[in-house]
């Protein structure tokens, strides 16, 4: 089954992402047809910042580290590195003769913007044509800015759709009527279950660093409990950018 076949809307699939090889190979030595990459992870075992667009390095090698375990691999490239359509072609491309079945192109941009909608259009139709699965992502909920449907409907010549942040099934219902494209939503522990997303019309729903922060609290819980002491409870995401050093 192909990357794309994956996506059926209304049938989610579990997308689980790691963060470097040895999480890579255990997912995939659990069955997963398709592991994907985190950014927050990538950059906390390199100690860079997330979301700077700083591990374009980091990401290419942690992705040809994992090319041959077997599963399909997704691959989160934040905005693509770069600004310049003609510098993310060669990115995807650069991926894709690696065998990355799909990338994830945000529109977040490090300060708390977002991507001009002409510019990111551009940025998407670089990535195509390489033969990978192009992962439009939005981040109007993440960042509380912008119209989500308005992006998403300006998205429809990627592959598919992703909107982080995006929890309420009316919402998530909403969108994914408003395109047809597979839409691929963020999995919260205490947000929908997949039978909810599946009836909302959801393709996709991916961990993100959901699993890299359990790696984490499941260490500090083991190294607090030598000292029987209680286990910490999961960090958040914010939580666990602000131990990463600052973009520069």
Known sequence: MSFHDLHRPGEPF????????GSAAALAALGFP??????????????????????R?????LAEAIKDLGVLVTVDVEGGFSDDPAEVSDLVAGLAALGVAGVNLEDGRPDGTLRPIGLHQEIIEAAKGHGVFVNA?????WLRT??????VRAYAHADGVFVPGLTGLDAIAEVAAATPLPL??????????MAELAAAGVARVSTGSLLYRAALQGALAAALAVQGRPAPGMPTYAETAALLPRSR
């Not at 398709?34 to 591990?55: C, E, K, Y």
């Not at 390095?57 to 090698?61: P, R």
């Open 34 to 55: 398709a592991i994907g990459t985190t950014s927050l992870g990538v950059a906390a075992v390199h100690g860079r910042p997330d979301a700077a667009g700083v591990t």
């Open 137 to 141: 992502r939005t981040d109007t909920c």
């Open 146 to 151: 912008g119209d989500t449907l308005e992006r």
């Open 184 to 193: 691929n939503v963020l999995f919260q522990p205490d947000g929908p279950t």
């Open 57 to 61: 390095a980091e990401t290419v090698e």
């Open 14 to 21: 579990l997308l689980p992402n790691a963060w470097d090889y």
